[in-house]
């Protein structure tokens, strides 16, 4: 008999590792569906507390490793447009200053912050997760602004490599630190390199600019034993045997109706694991609770494979309009279609 939602656990950390790796875990591990976005809480209040007893089954512990506000830069940073347009690094000229500026991963005080919710979370079982949104695109258009960013890649080719190798260098430092005090499962981070029809940039853009440093990331992250994480809004379609071959292990969130679903799953699903984003743009917002409940069962048919490979989340931030039995709708129906189709 499925539990009822009062009876529900967040499952051990051997039961999300067997998703990962396809070991045949007792549930569809439920990962970030409680993603709150901008204004959901303002809106609803205490009211989101009746979805406290549905769980979480791994816990990110998030650092921001480059905050150029706080770099002691030599120039103002300007940040009062759009986030595509907002840069810390105009002049090219000004990159040496910027990368010596660059935090010490072996000091900064963020780590230390999160020790004592490591050591209690894993005291409880469960599967820990470190990182940090922004990796090699979505970090670089931050410090150069998108439209700068888009187009160093035919103008400044040398410097766009140094800024991604010293913010390689800092990853893998910060990587190398929360292993040794933190002791995660796995690494977590973004990348959002896809837009609603196809990549920001050419595959070969990619491949030259920014899987080398995918690579070592991968590398690293594979030393330690962990799993990789990566969330990369848009289409990524052409790109996904790239972001297998660096070493992601799990891809979230295959955006609804940017992705060919089937495609993916059938293509991808021997070799990746997929944290499965429920749409957040059009379903969650716009259904019925019904219709919701119909797409939970949909994505799990579609990606959960006899063996596991498969774990739930919201697409991105849960958006301000969407009605909570809505929300009770998608934890309820992950849970207990997550748990048959799992004995199934």
Known sequence: MAQTKQEWTPLPKAEVVKALERRRPARIPLVRTKWWGEGLADRYGDQLQRFDPYPEDATILFIDPVVPE?????????ND???DARHSLDDWGKLDEFI???PD?????QIDR????????????????FGWWRLFFERPWGIRGMQNLLMDYYLYPEEVHRLHDALCTLYCGYLERAVAELQPDGFWTSDDLGHQRSLFM???????FLKPYYQRVGAAVRSHGLHWWLHS??????????LIETGVNVFHPVQKGTMD???????FGDRLTFLVGFDVQHILPEGTPEQVRQEVRHLIDTFDRPEGGMCLAAGNGILPDTPLDNIQAFLEEALIYGESHRAA
């Open 233 to 242: 809004c848009g289409n990524n379609s052409l790109v996904m045997d790239d």
């Open 81 to 83: 447009g759009p986030r």
């Open 261 to 267: 679903e089937a495609a993916v799953a059938r293509q």
């Open 70 to 78: 706080k770099m002691g830069l030599s120039w103002p940073i300007v």
């Open 202 to 208: 050419s595959p070969d853009t990619f491949r030259s």
């Open 100 to 102: 010596a500026k660059l």
């Open 105 to 109: 991963p072996a000091t900064d005080p």
């Open 114 to 129: 999160l020790k004592a919710e490591a050591e209690r979370l894993h005291a409880a079982d469960r599967y820990v997760l």
